[in-house]
């Protein structure tokens, strides 16, 4: 004790004492204010990338802990808000990234991804097609197809009618998605694809009348054309359909509905 006493007695001692003091004191505080402001928060983040529409698993969000204030109010903090969900369309979620509210949806909130690419002025065609065809050509999205055209004048006709359009979808009977995670699925019903107007009218035609559209598959390394443009392949198979056709403009259908008017108040009287 005396020595204790002693060694107290000096001045520069206390005030060593002192100086530690106050600097575990400013310390204490200084954390304490910055814990404070910080407010860390533990925050579920992507540990690999995952691409648009990709289911998330447990095994690929991993947590970590980030400051509060850096946080804005669209960014997920619960994990168990992510597990079960899906990417959104047209999203990827970078590996590290935090997720946002945007980027995961359940997946009946999934956006249907055969209209988001679109060409400017096109337009979109369902294609009617039997499960046997599309199994036997193994026809799927973003595959490119050329249709085939079959039909009668005086002989069997059968040639390819347009080539070189790009598969958007493929559906079945109730709209959904052929090749997707749906558990549910019956036999492919429809291609989705998309064309100019002017080829459109020419497949409206063409599906109206007694004939066969044939979607076959093409290879990758086949094209007829250095641009891989969508065109006409037989202006004879074309000039078949449109002698059968006719395409009223919009002054001949009011003209022809005035006509029935007409011809219905005649009877009427």
Not at 74 to 89: A, D, L, P, S, Y
Not at 98 to 105: H, I, N, Q, T
Not at 119 to 135: A, C, R, Y
Not at 240 to 257: A, C, F, P, R
Request: hydrophobic letters at 40%.
């Amino acid at each position: 004790m005396n020595f204790i006493k002693s060694f107290l007695q000096k001045k520069g001692v206390v005030s060593i004492i002192c100086a530690v003091i106050c600097i575990i004191v400013v310390a204490v505080a200084y954390n304490w204010r910055v814990n404070k402001e910080i407010q860390a928060v533990t925050v579920p983040y992507a540990n690999r990338e995952l691409t648009s529409r990709t289911e998330i698993t447990d095994e690929d969000v991993s947590t970590i802990k980030v400051a509060g204030a850096l946080l804005t109010d669209n960014v997920i903090r619960n994990k168990n808000e992510i597990i079960g969900k899906f990417v959104n369309f047209n999203t990827t979620i970078p590996k590290g990234s935090l997720f946002y509210d945007s980027a995961v949806v359940e997946w009946k909130e999934m956006p249907d991804s055969a209209w988001s690419d679109i060409s400017t002025g096109n337009t979109v065609v369902s294609l009617p097609v039997s499960s046997f065809i599309m199994f036997s050509n193994a026809i799927y999205p973003g595959a490119v197809i050329d249709l085939y055209y079959q039909t009668y004048d005086d002989k069997l006709v059968y040639g390819k009618l347009i080539e070189n359009i790009k598969v958007i979808a493929v559906k079945d009977s109730t709209g959904k998605h052929i090749f997707d995670r749906t558990a549910a699925q019956n036999g492919a019903s429809a291609i989705i694809f998309s064309v100019n107007e002017d080829l459109n009218i020419l497949l409206r035609k063409a599906m109206y009348l007694s004939g066969t559209i044939v979607p076959v598959l093409r290879n990758s390394d086949y094209t007829n054309n250095e641009e891989g443009r969508t065109l006409v392949s037989s202006q004879y198979i074309r000039n078949l359909i449109e002698e059968q056709t006719v395409l009223l403009e919009e002054d001949d259908i009011e003209n022809s509905g005035d006509e029935i008017i007409i011809e219905d108040e005649t009877q009427t009287n």
